[in-house]
């Protein structure tokens, strides 16, 4: 198991788990999310590719519409 740290609270993950994998879990569609691990921007491109290892930081933000 991995340990995650997302949005700021700890989550346990599957080994080996990318970013695409996390946001599968996480959402219902990828549409209008954005990531960030540790820091850094990962391009909806490179999800499935973006490893995510013990103790990583992941920053999960949704797109809402409203006013």
């Known amino acids: 198991m991995t340990t995650l740290r997302v949005n ?3 989550v346990e993950v599957s080994d080996p788990t990318t970013v695409a994998v996390l ?6 569609s990828p549409r209008g999310v954005a990531v960030a691990v540790n820091g850094e921007v990962v391009p909806r491109g490179g999800w499935a590719g973006a490893q995510l290892t013990d103790g990583d930081e992941v920053e999960v933000l949704m797109a809402v519409q409203g006013g």
Not at 23 to 28: G, H, S
């Open 8 to 10: 700021g609270r700890e």
């Open 23 to 28: 946001v599968q879990q996480l959402t219902l």
